[in-house]
Antibody, heavy 119, light 110 residues
Framework: EVQLVQSGAEVKKSGESLKISCKGS????????IGWVRQMPGKGLELMGI????????RYSPSFQGQVTISADMSISTAYLQWSSLKASDSAMYYC????????????WGQGTLVSVSS | EIVLTQSPGTLSLSPGERATLSCRAS???????LAWYQQKPGQAPRLLIY???TRATGIPDRFSGSGSGTDFTLTISRLEPEDFAVYYC???????????FGQGTKLEIK
C-alpha cells in the first residue's frame, strides 16, 4: 500500500527554524517526484516546490524560492521541507504529494502537517 | 505561468442534483494535463480526474471531466451527501514539472 506519512503538528515562534518530513512507503521512493503544497487557513492549494529524490533535482515555485528548502534522503525514503527563520505568515497546513513525472498529476498525498507560528 | 480560474466560487445544490464546475486557463492547456481534486474538511486532497476526463482509481462514475484548450468542466451527475466538498483543478505537464492549481470551488448543500 502506497503511503506518505508526514511528521506531526508544530507550534513555533517567529524566527525559529523548522524541518518537517514526509516518509514514503509501498513504492519505489526514488522513482517519483515529491511535491510540497501549502494551504493557508481557509485558502487554496499552492505548490511550493518539488524534488526528485534519486538525484535531488529540486525546483521551486517563484513565490517560495529562497523562502524554504526542500531536500530528501533516499536512504530512508523521506523528503523534507525546512525554514531557517519562520514568520507568522508561514502558519498553514503543508502537504506532501507524489507524482511520477511532469506528465502525471499528484496521485497520493500525505495527511498534512499543521504549522502554527506565533509572533 | 498558466493561471487557472474556477467558477463559481461556491455552488449550492441539493443531493440528487447535477453539479457543473468550471475551470478556465489563461492560455491553452493540453487536455492530457488537466486534473481535478476533491478536498473534504480536515482531509488531504484526493485525485478524481486526470487527463481532463480519465477517472482515477476507485472514483465513482458519477464524476466526469471534459473540455479542451482553455475551458474544462467537472460534472457530478447525481450528487451524493459525501460529494459536498471543495474541488480544485490543476494543470501539469510542463517542464520543469511545476504545476498550478485553481483557487477552488466549494460545493455546499443547499
Amino acid at each position: 500500500e502506497v503511503q506518505l506519512v508526514q511528521s506531526g503538528a508544530e507550534v513555533k515562534k517567529s524566527g525559529e527554524s523548522l524541518k518537517i518530513s514526509c516518509k514514503g512507503s509501498g513504492y519505489s521512493f526514488t522513482s517519483y517526484w515529491i511535491g510540497w503544497v501549502r494551504q493557508m487557513p481557509g485558502k487554496g492549494l499552492e505548490l511550493m516546490g518539488i524534488i526528485y529524490p534519486s538525484d535531488s533535482d529540486t525546483r521551486y515555485s517563484p513565490s517560495f524560492q529562497g523562502q524554504v528548502t526542500i531536500s530528501a534522503d533516499m536512504s530512508i525514503s523521506t523528503a523534507y521541507l525546512q525554514w531557517s527563520s519562520l514568520k507568522a505568515s508561514d502558519s498553514a497546513m503543508y502537504y506532501c504529494a507524489r507524482r511520477q513525472g511532469a506528465m502525471v498529476p499528484f496521485d497520493y498525498w500525505g495527511q498534512g502537517t499543521l504549522v502554527s507560528v506565533s509572533s | 505561468e498558466i493561471v487557472l480560474t474556477q467558477s463559481p466560487g461556491t455552488l449550492s445544490l441539493s443531493p440528487g442534483e447535477r453539479a457543473t464546475l468550471s475551470c478556465r486557463a489563461s492560455q491553452s492547456v493540453s487536455s492530457i494535463y488537466l486534473a481535478w481534486y476533491q478536498q473534504k474538511p480536515g482531509q488531504a486532497p484526493r485525485l478524481l480526474i486526470y487527463g481532463a476526463s480519465t477517472r482515477a482509481t476507485g472514483i465513482p462514475d458519477r464524476f466526469s471531466g471534459s473540455g479542451s484548450g482553455t475551458d474544462f468542466t467537472l460534472t457530478i451527475s447525481r450528487l451524493e451527501p459525501e460529494d459536498f466538498a471543495v474541488y480544485y483543478c490543476q494543470q501539469y505537464g510542463s517542464s520543469p514539472p511545476m504545476s498550478s492549481f485553481g483557487q477552488g470551488t466549494k460545493l455546499e448543500i443547499k
